[in-house]
């Protein structure tokens, strides 16, 4: 079960929600382009502070909410000057405590966030930029978080939760600490319907289809697929393929692939 204990506010901020529509999946034409998508509970989107970019700025904590969009809670900040952001909550997070971005020095605490340059090798981050000034896209869910390993030649390597090692420009910003709500990882759902309420429609294999819905699809009742290997809906080669792109940008900066079979 999920610890709801620290939680403080039960309705978001509303200057800092926004209106999340349902797609159901479809484009504008109305046709599925996504699959396994429709209903969903309501819910409104929570408006969270990647970037960190109001710098030198000390901010309390003055509340830790649930954010049904992620896995991990939120954090309401109220800076000196009254403005309030959302930011992802780290593990020793409470209310009552400062937290600061810096561009000048290290500071110490989880929830800082400061230039990878700052802070010393060894320490655990959250919420890391791959891109200076872009924001934060690196360990953001429920209990992740990165380890820094080295720093040469403005370059952090780096050893993300997936155990991939690559290499990030020593000035984009990282927040100190693991992700909060780790126990996220022992969630069992229990029942169908509450996919249903994520907005998950059920999912059936390929040979449980028609030949015109699957290329699995056909024959009377459960057959072997009939093909030299698993495709998937579209035709295209599954399992086992890498499907990263050969000449992407930034596959130069990754020093040791993640482990798993899927590319």
């Known amino acids: 079960m999920l610890d709801f204990s620290k939680l403080t506010k039960k309705r978001p901020e509303k200057k800092l929600r926004r209106i999340l529509k349902k797609t159901g999946g479809r484009n504008a034409q109305g046709k599925i382009t996504v699959r396994h998508i429709g209903g969903r509970q309501k819910r409104f989107y929570r408006v969270v502070d ?16 649930y ?31 400062k937290v600061i971005s810096s561009r000048k020095v290290f500071r110490a605490g989880d929830g800082n966030a400061m230039q990878l340059k700052l802070i ?29 390993q080295s720093m040469e030649g403005g370059k952090a390597q780096l050893k993300l939760p997936s155990g991939e090692i690559r290499i990030v420009p020593d000035n984009c910003t990282a927040t100190l600490g693991a992700m909060g709500n780790a126990v996220y990882r022992n969630v069992r759902l229990g029942k169908a319907g509450r996919m249903r ?4 429609r059920p999912t059936v294999t390929g040979k449980s289809m028609n030949p015109v819905d699957h290329p699995h699809g056909g024959g009377e009742g459960h057959q072997p697929i009939g093909l ?13 393929v890498k ?18 079979k899927r590319q």
């Open 50 to 65: 990647f970037k960190r970019d109001k710098y030198e700025i000390e901010a309390s904590v003055i509340a830790i909410e």
């Open 67 to 97: 954010d049904p969009n992620r896995t991990a809670n939120i954090a309401l900040l109220e800076y000196e000057d009254k403005e309030k952001r959302y930011i992802l909550a780290p593990e020793n997070l409470n209310v009552g405590d």
């Open 120 to 148: 010393p090798s060894g320490m655990m981050v959250h919420n890391i930029e791959l891109e200076s000034g872009r924001g934060g896209v690196i360990a953001r869910s429920a209990g992740m978080y990165a380890m820094i």
């Open 197 to 200: 309420h994520r907005g998950v």
């Open 228 to 240: 030299k290997g698993p495709k998937n809906v579209y035709g295209k080669k599954a399992y086992g």
């Open 243 to 260: 499907t990263r792109k050969k000449h992407k940008r930034h596959s130069h900066l990754i020093i040791k692939r993640r482990k798993s």
